[in-house]
């Protein structure tokens, strides 16, 4: 029998860094940047020809599930978990796979995919994801590898090494390292040899790889995991959460298991992917006029304007400027440079430092 094929989506994210658009309230999973759907429904939506809406497992706050419930009503509720608190993706993945186990009666492949990435090329990430759990069968972890486009210092990379032999006929790679953000000077390099992909954050596994992981890396997160397993499905599941939750240790998936993981390959995913982490990067692939001014809402009036991002409710009118991002909400102006829209998340940090909580 065919070991059945779920995904776990990780919709707990804040999204600081597209602030003052995602707030704490309203994170960048529940924002409209391409069109009329949120990134959280494209990210169901993906899975719509691969994977009955029974065999998706979403993970998220206790004050995001009713939102995304709404959204996606096709998704049973008992297949929404609630995190008590933010602990980490290794957490969440483990939390994932057992629940996986607890639906499917059995051993599951489960696909760990975010909420609020950007995916152009959907049949593409389709064919991916099926090829990629045909091999997971078998017992690897395959990670999704995009192919470097700039040289990127803000994505981690994935040295490549040999191509493995499978039964799929998409190309396989085994793992040679998974690398930090790297400086310019490598990024320039790692970008254009061929041997690197970047790290998109998504992979494919069996819950009996998952498990065994765990149990030899972050044993102390196995253990705590272990404890919520008899609650899983039942009246108990929420409370067992809240008192058992807050326990488990903080840690990343990249981190806790996959950089010291032994069987690991990488599948090269030409998907149009785009982690949407800061508004240069919406600036960037969103549809734009002549000048590559791109508007998000309301009514913008150019002269001699390019490369300008605007959101507002109001009308902005721009003269002579270039390589802007301008937010406008009923509470919060935003304008900054595009190259230092990573910096946004500088703001809110020195606002939280500022106990100025009801702007975020």
């Given at each position: ?231 899983i499905g039942t009246d ?63 009514t913008h009036h150019a ?58």
């Amino acid at each position: 029998m065919e070991i059945p094929f779920y995904a776990v989506i990780m919709a707990g994210g804040s999204g600081t860094r597209l602030w003052p658009l995602s707030r704490r309230q309203n994170p960048k999973q529940l924002l409209r940047l391409s069109g009329e759907r949120t990134l959280y429904q494209l990210a169901v939506d993906r899975l719509d020809r691969i994977l009955s809406p029974e065999n998706i497992i979403v993970v998220t706050a206790g004050d995001m599930v009713s939102k995304l419930m709404e959204q996606s009503p096709n998704i049973p509720k008992h297949n929404f978990l609630v995190e008590p608190e933010g602990r980490g993706t290794a957490p969440v993945i483990g939390l994932g796979a057992f629940y996986a186990e607890y639906l499917a009666g059995g051993e599951a492949v489960i696909a760990c995919l975010t909420a609020d990435h950007l995916i152009t090329d959907v049949s593409s990430f389709q064919n991916v994801l099926v090829a990629a759990c045909e091999v997971a069968r078998t017992g690897p972890i395959v990670t999704l590898g995009i192919e470097p486009t700039f040289p990127s210092t803000g994505y981690g990379y994935i040295q490549r090494g040999s191509p493995r032999k499978t039964s799929t006929t998409s190309a396989i790679y085994d793992v040679k390292r998974f690398k930090e953000k790297p400086n310019e000077v490598a990024a320039a390099t790692m970008s254009t040899d061929g041997k690197h992909f970047w790290n998109s954050g998504m992979f494919v596994w069996s819950t009996r790889t998952v498990q065994s992981e765990f149990r030899k890396q972050i044993p102390d997160t196995f253990v705590v995991l272990e404890k919520l397993v008899a609650s899983i499905g039942t009246d108990l599941q929420g409370d067992a959460l809240s008192s058992i939750w807050p326990t488990i240790p903080k840690d990343s998936i990249d981190y806790a298991i996959m950089e010291n993981a032994k069987d690991v390959c990488v599948i090269p995913a030409n998907i149009g992917w785009n982690d949407v982490g800061s508004w240069l990067s919406v600036l960037n692939t969103s549809d734009s006029d002549g000048l590559g001014n791109v508007l998000l809402g309301g009514t913008h009036h150019a002269i001699d304007t390019s490369s300008t991002l605007v959101s507002a409710s109001k009308l902005v009118a721009t003269i002579g400027v270039e390589n802007l991002i301008i937010i406008d909400t009923s509470d919060v102006l935003l304008v900054c440079a595009a190259d230092r829209s990573e910096d946004v998340k500088r703001v809110v940090e020195a606002l939280e430092d500022d106990s100025k909580l009801s702007v975020l």
